[in-house]
Structure formats: C-alpha cells, structure tokens
C-alpha cells in the first residue's frame, strides 16, 4: 500500500510557474500509474494530467485546460512525480491531489478519478490575477 504527499502549492500570480511535487513511500512505486487531479471550491474534481508506470513521454495525458502549459513526470528511484505548471491562468486555482493505480500495464495512463486506489492529502495552489 502506497502513502502519498503532496508539496509546492503556493500562491502564484498570473503567468507564473509552479513546480508540485508527490512523495510515495509504502510500496514499490514502480508499479504504479500517477495521476494528478484538482479540485476548485464548488466544483467536482477533475483529472489534469497522468503518466504510466514506465514514465515513457508517450505514455501521459493531459487534460486540454493544460495541454501545452503543464508537464508531468516521474522519478521512479526517488519515488518522486511531479507536475510543471507554466503560464498560471487564475482558473488554475485548486487543490492539487497525486493519485495513485497499481498495475500491471507499464505504458498505461489512467485519466479517472474511479481508477485510482491511493490518494494524498492535496496541496493549494492559487493564483491571483
């Protein structure tokens, strides 16, 4: 069983960047798939970006609010992901939570918040205009 902790969120201006960061600990992190979610007050919460197990750049997704403006990536001997934020737009603004799968599948990414087992505790991200 993984455990997972999120860190970097701060406030941000617009156009801005930000680096998150996901500790795992608990488990071989290898054989999980990541993903990050965010959620804004009033809202549900929704997918913004995943990779596989392998971390292969063919192998992660974005949502299109993203696409272009964040990166993700993984350190599997550091049990590390993280997520690259460019050019910060206030809508960005959210809970940012790391999830995690555990799988068999080295090059799938999952883009639902039903495919993931482990969560962590979220970090705030929020950017003024």
């Known amino acids: 069983q993984v455990q997972l902790v999120e860190s970097g969120g701060e406030l941000v201006q617009a156009g801005g960047s930000r680096r998150l960061s996901c500790a795992a600990s608990g488990g071989t992190f290898s054989g999980y798939a990541v993903g990050w979610f965010r959620q804004a007050p009033g809202k549900d919460r929704e997918f913004v970006a995943s990779i596989s197990r392998s971390g292969n750049y063919r192998y992660r997704n974005y949502a299109d609010s993203v696409k272009g403006r964040f990166a993700i990536s993984r350190n599997n001997a550091a049990n590390m992901v993280f997520l690259q934020m460019n050019n910060l737009a206030p809508e960005d603004t959210a809970v940012y939570y790391c999830?995690?799968?555990?799988?068999?599948?080295?090059?799938?990414?999952?883009?639902?918040?039903?495919?993931?087992?482990?969560w962590g505790q979220g970090t705030q991200v929020t950017v003024s205009s």
């Open positions: 999830a995690a799968k555990y799988t068999l599948y080295p090059d799938n990414a999952y883009s639902h918040r039903e495919d993931y087992d482990y």
